[in-house]
């Protein structure tokens, strides 16, 4: 079984703290994504790598950068945490081909105060 | 570019009726398409997808969908669903080459009324 975990499932921070969200995967998958999920917007890709040390930006980079040192790890860095930045976060990670099922981590819900 | 268009944001209905939760999508180009489902307080996990071949797709969980081409839509169906299938379904599709990108449907939240 595929298994993807993230680092914490509730997270509370204060404005203007810079907070690490960690994904770990252990099927060797060559791609992994952070989304956010917020009511009525469905999920929205925030970036994706597609290699160790490569990564894109997706949808909504602003604000946030990533890092992917080793094949398995991927996380999520907020610089300097605002409100609006208040949501769940979902990390995925599937094989290279565009058929390949993204399979997901059971995501980080982040408050910042 | 592409889209993806999940027309009901909600869908109540009684337990053992049958259920349709509608996903249209617009791309230039051939896409891969997707269902998966979000279980309470849970991540996301495939239900079915379509690749090629059969226009008639089935999943886990007695769902399947039915790609149309030239309606562009992607709807899901169960014949008689339970309580337990009360979850947020995200439609989803990627091109077939030349991005690593999922585009996602804003979801339908379905509620299976006792």
């Known amino acids: 079984d595929v298994k993807v975990t993230q680092s914490s499932r509730y997270l509370v921070k204060r404005t203007g703290e810079k907070v690490f969200l960690e994904c770990v995967q252990d099927?060797?998958?060559?791609?992994m994504f952070w989304y956010r999920q917020d009511p009525g917007l469905g999920l929205r890709l925030i970036y994706f790598?597609?290699?160790?040390?490569?990564?894109e930006k997706g949808d909504i980079p602003e604000g946030y950068s990533v890092s992917r040192e080793k094949k398995e790890r991927f996380s999520l860095i907020l610089e300097s945490a605002s409100t609006n930045q208040t949501s769940m976060y979902l990390c995925?990670?599937?094989?290279?081909?565009?058929?390949?099922?993204?399979?997901f981590g059971p995501g980080t819900r982040l408050l910042v105060l | 570019a592409q889209s993806v268009t999940q027309l009901d944001s909600q869908v109540p209905v009684f337990e053992e009726a049958p259920v349709e939760l509608r996903c249209n999508y617009s791309s230039s180009v051939s896409v891969y398409l997707f269902w998966y489902v979000q279980y309470p307080n849970q991540g996301l996990q495939l239900l079915l997808k379509y690749l090629s071949g059969s226009t008639l797709v089935k999943g886990i969980n007695g769902f399947e969908a039915e790609f149309n081409k030239s309606q562009t839509s992607f709807h899901l169906r169960k014949p008689s669903v339970h309580i337990s299938d009360t979850a947020e379904y995200f439609c989803a599709v990627r091109r077939f080459s030349g991005t690593y990108k999922y585009i996602f449907g804003t979801g339908t939240r379905l509620k299976v009324l006792a």
């Open positions: 995925a990670s599937s094989w290279r081909g565009p058929e390949e099922t993204q399979y």
């Open positions: 099927m060797d998958h060559e791609n």
């Open positions: 790598s597609y290699d160790v040390k490569m990564k």
